[in-house]
């Protein structure tokens, strides 16, 4: 699979776009690459597309780990390569256990969550393929998590839909050639695979 944009030079960009690109190169472990090779040709956007995604994962109310793989399970779902091999690592050194990423990836149900993993499972893979929750299932997360964390956990899950579109759009491959984390499977399979209780 080839990328479908060269990749975006620093020299190129226009002086007022160098000031993002300054600030994503503080934060990216991609540097320009990953999905901000594609949002660069849209400067506007990308600055307001970068002010949400610092929000989402450096100043949310979600805790870290639960942010991470709520990344992952967006990334299983969209068959997203480069999003998943980018958040593993730091999903990893947030706590997020091995098991549940293996399972996760291979697209199963991971079978021992924590109790704050299975609802934020549930809660993901809910509203990003029936696009809604239950009442029950709403409640739990008010309960558990809180008003504003929901709103959080909703609003990354919804973003992570635009950045997997976004990387599938464009074809971003692996750095340095290596292999696709994710078997890439049809939505109905996903599905039917994780939308188990």
Same mark, same amino acid.
Request: with cysteine; aromatic share 4%.
């Given at each position: 699979m080839n990328?479908?944009?060269a990749q975006i030079s620093y020299e190129s960009l226009a002086p007022?776009?160098?000031?993002l690109a300054d600030e994503? &190169?503080?934060i990216s472990s991609a540097g320009l690459g990953g999905p901000y090779n594609a949002? &660069?040709?849209? #400067?506007?956007?990308?600055d307001r597309c970068f002010s949400l995604l610092d929000y989402l994962r450096f100043k949310t109310t979600v805790p870290k780990r639960l942010n991470e793989f709520a990344i992952l399970i967006q990334a299983r779902i969209s068959n997203a390569q480069y999003e998943w091999w980018a958040h593993e690592t730091i999903a990893r050194k947030a706590g997020l256990r091995d098991e549940v990423?293996?399972? &996760?990836?291979?697209?199963q149900r991971p079978t021992n969550m924590l109790d704050d993993e299975k609802l934020v499972y549930d809660y993901c893979v809910q509203i990003s393929l029936n696009h809604r929750v239950s009442d029950d299932l709403w409640k739990k997360a008010i309960n558990a998590m809180g008003e504003k964390a929901v709103v959080d956990l909703t609003v990354l899950s919804g973003t992570y839909v635009m950045v997997s579109m976004l990387l599938n759009a464009t074809q971003v491959g692996i750095p340095g050639g290596g292999p696709e984390p994710l078997k890439v499977l049809? #939505?109905?399979v996903i599905r039917e695979k994780l939308l188990v209780n």
């Open positions: 990328e479908r944009f007022e776009t160098k000031t994503i &190169l503080k949002l &660069l040709r849209s #400067p506007q956007m990308a990423m293996t399972q &996760l990836r291979e697209c049809s #939505p109905s």
